[in-house]
């Protein structure tokens, strides 16, 4: 892919919601008027502390084109995810006079767009708002489809709604300002994708693990397209996670579990990478997935520099926690394991030893 094409990517509109578009290119900031329309008198954009710049510069460039632009700055990652932070977004939006016609920007990494998301989701009962990602992670998986939400002190996530933005906006420049632990972290959805639906991910992050480290690389932008694909595909068939939506969460029943127990200092990608390779685990000792592919997650998240394992004894706290998962049914846990490679698939209420013995597999 050159700087100047862009790749746009359709997300179907389901459950009486608009299609969008993602975009994935470089400079992509002159598209995002057209996302916001012209019935929108007020802009709010929402933005981390670590992108003040960078939200400052998108409130100005919105005042220039005749809308009333305020940023609302929020705390970066987890930190932004709470009933508080929401609650400091929909006072600014109060004062602003927001009405439900004005729109809101979330630029940042998947915490930020994750709260933005929410914030509009509840803001009025929802407003429009567009997402401009900025981390690896968030343009591959946390700004498509829709899953808005905050954690609460119960777990991750259990606050939310399901609101799709109006567009994506995912310029690859931002990348170049990533740290390399929250871009490899990022790795760990990409890696999830080729797992569950796109194998090709698989080999061209084998054929040169380094290279994927960086956002240099040569297939930086492949990785990425093929990833939103898979994410598109799947959100565009089921929004509301009433059956295949569920794929997604491969890997992150223990991740959530993780994060948790870590009181968020944890990046979600490194959980998720130790929360797949339990998930494979669980699908080989459950005698649905053949050992090769089993042991391709160890090697392929290794590579790249994903952790795969956690601490053994933590692991009465972790079951306690995945029984909230949302997932679960009653008193059934359910998780997402593979029949296969691309074949994923639902194991419901597993043998408490199996389970034991999957976590010793990643234990430490
Ligand atoms: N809604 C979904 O479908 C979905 C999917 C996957 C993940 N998520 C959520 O996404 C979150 C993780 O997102 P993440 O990995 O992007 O982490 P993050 O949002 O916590 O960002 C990581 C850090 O990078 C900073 N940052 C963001 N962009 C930057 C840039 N371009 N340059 C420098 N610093 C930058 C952030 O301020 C933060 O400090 C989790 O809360 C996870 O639950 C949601
Ligand atoms: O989009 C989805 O659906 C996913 O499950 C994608 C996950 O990568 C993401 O972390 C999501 O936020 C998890 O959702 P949750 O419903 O398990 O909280
Ligand atoms: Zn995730």
């Not at 409130?59 to 305020?70: F, T």
């Not at 999830?192 to 693990?209: M, N, Q, R, S, W």
């Not at 290279?211 to 068939?237: C, F, M, N, Q, W």
């Not at 944890?266 to 959980?271: L, N, S």
């Amino acid at each position: 892919m050159t700087d100047q094409a862009v790749t746009r990517i359709q997300v179907a509109g389901t459950a009486g919601t608009d299609p969008y578009e993602v975009l994935v290119g470089r400079q992509l900031l002159g598209e995002l008027a057209g996302i916001i329309g012209p019935q929108a008198k007020r802009v709010a954009v929402i933005h981390p502390e670590a992108l003040a710049g960078t939200g400052d510069a998108l409130r100005a460039d919105l005042a220039e084109q005749g809308y009333e632009a305020v940023a609302i700055q929020v705390p970066n990652a987890e930190e932004a995810k709470t009933a508080e932070v929401a609650a400091y977004c929909w006072k600014a939006l109060g004062q602003t006079g927001f009405t439900r016609t004005d729109v809101i920007v979330g630029v940042g990494g998947g915490a930020t767009t994750d709260l933005a998301g929410f914030v509009a989701a509840t803001w009025l009962r929802g407003v429009r708002w567009v997402a401009v990602p900025t981390t690896v992670l968030a343009m591959v998986d946390a700004a498509v489809g829709g899953k808005t939400g905050i954690n609460t002190a119960e777990g991750k996530n259990l606050v939310g709604a399901f609101h799709p933005p109006a567009g994506v906006l995912c310029d690859l420049a931002a990348l170049d300002s990533l740290g390399v632990h929250d871009y490899v972290s990022g790795l760990a959805e990409i890696i999830k994708a080729g797992f569950i639906a796109d194998p090709v991910i698989l080999d061209l992050i084998e054929a040169d693990p380094a290279a994927a480290r960086t956002p240099a690389g040569p297939h930086t932008a492949e990785l990425i397209e093929r990833s939103i694909r898979v994410k598109a595909d799947v959100v565009s068939s089921d929004l509301k996670e009433s059956g295949r939506r569920e794929i997604l969460n491969y890997g992150h029943t223990l991740a959530h579990a993780i994060e948790k127990n870590e009181r968020y200092k944890w990046r979600h990608g490194a959980a998720v990478s130790v929360g797949m390779v339990f998930a494979a685990e669980l699908g080989r000792l459950a005698g649905r997935l053949d050992d090769a592919t089993a042991d391709r997650h160890r090697a392929v998240l290794e590579s790249v520099g994903l952790p795969l394992t956690y601490r053994g004894d933590q692991w009465p706290k972790l079951l306690e926690t995945m029984k909230v998962d949302k997932k679960s049914r009653g008193d059934l846990l359910r998780f997402i394991v593979l029949d296969g490679l691309a074949k994923p698939t639902v194991l419901e209420g597993p043998d408490p030893a199996v389970l034991v013995a999957a976590y010793g597999e990643v234990s430490a």
